[in-house]
């Protein structure tokens, strides 16, 4: 079955500069979830999209944004990179009820 | 293909009664195994985590169990509470670069 799908899997960038992360959700999958995983750390929600409007938000710094696009697949735009942005960043996308993970991006900020 | 996989799905039993969450994966090579509670709306929270030589974790209510062997692992919950109503998320980290393979959660809710 197909997965949640997350690109790049690995992304090394200067403090300033700016990323962005892929997230393609199941197929029919209507909500996205995206979350930060710093070193030794749980997972912290960001923000979540349903049907394409943003539906909750967590702990995003105004630096970030994100939006989820017609055909679902959502985008975390990441500007002015700090060094504490280095984490894991998880995507996950779900219907109903279960939540489906994505295998993460590790960004490195250098 | 690396996978994680949950049962069941989800769970309804009684404020005060136990229950276990099973958790199959076959993620290799196997550098460690984490539950986590989930609740709605908000991320993850660890639990467990367990290397390949550790059987037995408990934190609180919840202890875990890791069988390297057959690749199963198991969450029991003791004297449940209202509380514990939340998803349950099994994660084995496949390599040091901390590759997480996540399961689907077991969705457990307390009744009073």
């Known amino acids: 079955a197909a997965g949640v799908i997350q690109s790049p899997r690995h992304l090394i960038k200067e403090k300033r500069e700016t990323a962005t992360l892929k997230c393609y959700p199941i197929p029919r999958h209507d909500t996205v979830y995206w979350y930060q995983q710093g070193p030794g750390q749980d997972p912290q929600f960001l923000i979540s999209f349903y049907e394409k409007m943003q539906s909750d938000k967590g702990s995003i710094p105004d630096r970030f944004s994100a939006q989820q696009f017609s055909d679902y697949h959502s985008e975390l735009n990441m500007s002015s990179l700090e060094l504490g942005d280095s984490a894991l960043y998880f995507c996950?996308?779900?219907?109903?009820?279960?939540?489906?993970f994505g295998p993460g991006t590790r960004l490195t900020v250098t | 293909k690396n996978q994680v996989e949950q049962s069941p799905q989800s769970l309804i039993i009684l404020e005060g009664k136990n229950c276990t969450l099973q958790c199959n994966y076959t993620v290799s090579p196997f550098s460690n195994l984490r539950w986590y509670k989930q609740d709605t709306g908000r991320g993850p929270v660890s639990l467990t985590i367990m290397t390949f030589s550790e059987n037995t974790k408990s934190n609180g209510r919840y202890t875990a169990t890791l069988d390297a062997d057959t690749k199963q692992s198991s969450l029991h919950i003791t004297a449940s509470q209202l509380s514990d109503s939340a998803s349950y998320i099994c994660?084995?980290?496949?390599?040091?670069?901390?590759?997480?393979?996540w399961g689907a959660g077991t969705k457990l809710i307390i009744k009073p």
């Open positions: 994660v084995v980290s496949s390599d040091s670069n901390y590759q997480l393979i």
């Open positions: 996950a996308s779900s219907t109903h009820s279960e939540q489906y």
